[in-house]
């Protein structure tokens, strides 16, 4: 990073940090597009606390979130995860990545546009592919044709994350030049610029 480059990045945390106040900047996406990596990340950068609503749902479950898909099907899964979401977004600031399916359910989503900042990471098919494809924990795509599940849910659910208010294209970079994509996008708010990062 250039010294012009580390001044912008730095002034644009500070111009995040003031958009987000005390509230959460919450992450969500499809599986794959980053959302842990670049929220821990950005929560690293703008010196606030990170929490994985997943990671917490394992916490309090005590079973990990195959299992939970497993014994309880998922519209058990999503009430448990609405309840979670729903006390993480209580207290902040914080960055909080949410599980693929979370912004899909009604009360969730309506509760993360009222009390947080919404950032939804959008990513192409073959990246996201190209990213789950390497593990076979993503209860979702235990299917006959897993790609073409991971299909038809990026048609049905880009619609619903289109809502959130903010959108950054997560792609083949590294991963502090998306989380410094988030952090602009973030800051565009502070001047009521556009909502929009584009590369």
């Given at each position: 990073?250039?010294e012009?480059q580390?001044?912008?990045?730095e002034?644009d945390?500070a111009?995040?940090?003031?958009?987000?106040?005390r509230?959460n900047?919450?992450?969500v996406?499809?599986?794959?597009?980053?959302k842990?990596?670049?929220?821990?990340?950005?929560a690293?950068?703008l010196?606030i606390?990170?929490?994985?609503?997943?990671?917490e749902?394992e916490?309090?479950?005590?079973m990990t979130i195959?299992?939970?898909?497993?014994?309880?099907?998922?519209?058990?899964f999503?009430?448990l995860?609405?309840?979670?979401?729903?006390?993480?977004?209580?207290?902040?600031?914080?960055?909080?990545?949410?599980?693929?399916?979370a912004?899909?359910?009604?009360?969730?989503?309506?509760?993360?546009l009222s009390?947080?900042?919404?950032v939804w990471?959008k990513?192409?098919?073959?990246?996201?592919?190209?990213?789950?494809?390497k593990?076979?924990?993503r209860?979702l795509?235990?299917?006959?044709?897993?790609?073409?599940t991971?299909s038809?849910?990026?048609?049905?659910?880009?619609p619903?994350?289109?809502?959130?208010?903010?959108?950054v294209?997560?792609r083949?970079?590294?991963?502090?030049?998306?989380?410094?994509?988030?952090?602009?996008a973030?800051?565009?708010?502070?001047?009521?610029?556009?909502?929009?990062a584009?590369?």
């Amino acid at each position: 990073m250039t010294e012009e480059q580390t001044s912008a990045l730095e002034q644009d945390i500070a111009k995040a940090r003031r958009v987000l106040g005390r509230r959460n900047l919450v992450f969500v996406g499809l599986m794959g597009a980053g959302k842990s990596v670049i929220g821990r990340l950005v929560a690293q950068m703008l010196d606030i606390p990170f929490v994985d609503s997943d990671h917490e749902i394992e916490r309090v479950s005590r079973m990990t979130i195959e299992e939970l898909f497993q014994t309880y099907g998922e519209p058990e899964f999503r009430a448990l995860e609405a309840r979670v979401i729903k006390r993480l977004l209580k207290s902040g600031p914080r960055v909080l990545s949410t599980g693929g399916g979370a912004f899909m359910n009604d009360a969730t989503r309506t509760m993360v546009l009222s009390s947080g900042l919404s950032v939804w990471l959008k990513a192409d098919l073959e990246i996201l592919w190209a990213r789950v494809s390497k593990r076979d924990t993503r209860p979702l795509l235990k299917t006959a044709n897993p790609k073409q599940t991971l299909s038809i849910l990026l048609d049905q659910r880009y619609p619903v994350y289109a809502q959130a208010r903010l959108t950054v294209q997560s792609r083949d970079e590294p991963k502090e030049i998306i989380a410094a994509e988030a952090i602009a996008a973030i800051a565009l708010l502070d001047c009521g610029q556009n909502t929009v990062a584009t590369p």
